[in-house]
């Protein structure tokens, strides 16, 4: 299996780059699968019923959000686990802590150990067009199959098991963009 890319040529409008053609890789196979077909393939390779598998799925949905809506971070059997997070400006004083600072909610993934090191080793091909759409190579990746990993600011290779979670601290947005999770 191998992950499919598309690198097209592509007029860029603003950046360094404007007035240039450069080709932009995109994912190209890249669709979403219903509910349903999931839970049809969960039952046969489970060897349960679809109805069962069904109800399995929606139990464990309803308790993945109430445990992490709990501040819990909830394990995804064989994926990873996630927990909800906020970003928040940070203030010097106590008396200026408000609900007014918190900008967004965040959803935070951590990917299972085994589930990076699967995509470290995937292969990714990458089919180039031209500006006109016309195929003009094909390449297959031999990068060393580093995995980003939100949690930390560095890539992982394969079987690095990222963070334990980020309890505070700036993630990058600004000095007063701080996320807060756990």
Not at 32 to 38: E, M, N, R, S
Not at 50 to 55: E, F, L, N, P, Y
Not at 112 to 119: F, H, I, M, R
Request: with cysteine; hydrophobic share 30%.
């Amino acid at each position: 299996m191998a992950l499919k890319v598309k690198a097209k040529e592509q007029l860029q409008n603003i950046g360094k780059y404007a007035g240039k053609y450069r080709y932009v890789m995109m994912p190209e196979l890249y669709t979403a699968l219903t509910q349903d077909k999931v839970i049809k393939e969960a039952a046969l390779r489970s060897g349960v019923s679809k109805g069962v598998m069904q109800a399995c799925w929606d139990a464990a949905g309803e308790v993945i959000k109430a445990w992490a809506t709990e501040g819990h971070s909830v394990a995804l059997p064989g994926l990873g686990t996630m927990r909800f997070g906020l970003r928040a400006k940070s203030v010097e004083k106590v008396e200026e802590v408000k609900a007014g600072l918190i900008s967004s909610r965040r959803i935070i993934f951590t990917p299972d150990t085994d589930l990076k090191e699967e995509l470290s080793k995937t292969a990714v091909q990458i089919t180039c067009f031209d500006r006109d759409g016309k195929e003009v190579k094909r390449v297959t990746s031999t990068d060393s199959g580093d995995v980003e990993d939100n949690e930390n600011t560095q890539p992982s290779t394969g079987g690095n098991t990222g963070g334990g979670g980020n309890t505070g601290g700036n993630t990058g947005g600004g000095d007063d963009d701080e996320s807060y999770g756990d």
